[in-house]
């Protein structure tokens, strides 16, 4: 949710004003809007102003921090995939591992009524 101006915005990440226009002119952010369509930073927002200028200083220009964004967003949501899959997995491993036992059981309980090898 946004609650920050972008003047408070800007003094809280140590940026100007104008950084964070252009920021968002390159599609580097998306801040809400009021009604009145003044931009309305969240924490989330904050966070990604950080990552920004922390790529800027390590000498990236705003395409590379751009590309460097996306691929970060791309590797949480493929790391979010990844540990839904792996709960999935051992869901489908515990069910298994149960049909195997119910196996086990009808087998012993049908050979215990007819006898072993005259299935």
């Known amino acids: ?7 408070v915005a800007a003094e809280l990440v140590g940026t100007g004003q104008q ?3 252009q920021y968002e002119r390159k599609g580097l952010l998306t801040p809400e809007r009021t009604d009145g369509g ?6 989330q927002d904050l966070a990604t102003l950080r990552r920004i ?5 390590e000498g ?4 590379g921090v751009k590309l460097v964004l996306e691929l970060e ?6 790391t979010e995939d990844n540990r839904g899959l792996a ?6 491993r515990a069910d298994n591992k149960g049909l195997r036992k119910d196996l ?4 012993t309980e049908r050979d215990a009524q007819t006898g072993p090898g005259t299935h």
Do not use: P
């Not at 003044?38 to 924490?43: A, G, I, L, Q």
């Not at 990236?60 to 395409?63: E, I, K, M, R, T």
């Not at 709960?87 to 489908?92: A, K, P, Q």
């Not at 086990?104 to 087998?107: F, G, L």
């Open 1 to 7: 949710m946004g609650v920050y101006a972008i003047s």
């Open 19 to 21: 950084n964070i226009r």
């Open 38 to 43: 003044t931009r309305r930073y969240s924490e």
């Open 53 to 57: 200028g922390a790529l800027l200083d």
């Open 60 to 63: 990236l220009n705003l395409a």
């Open 73 to 78: 967003a791309a590797n949480r949501g493929l």
């Open 87 to 92: 709960d999935h997995n051992r869901e489908l």
């Open 104 to 107: 086990k059981e009808a087998r």
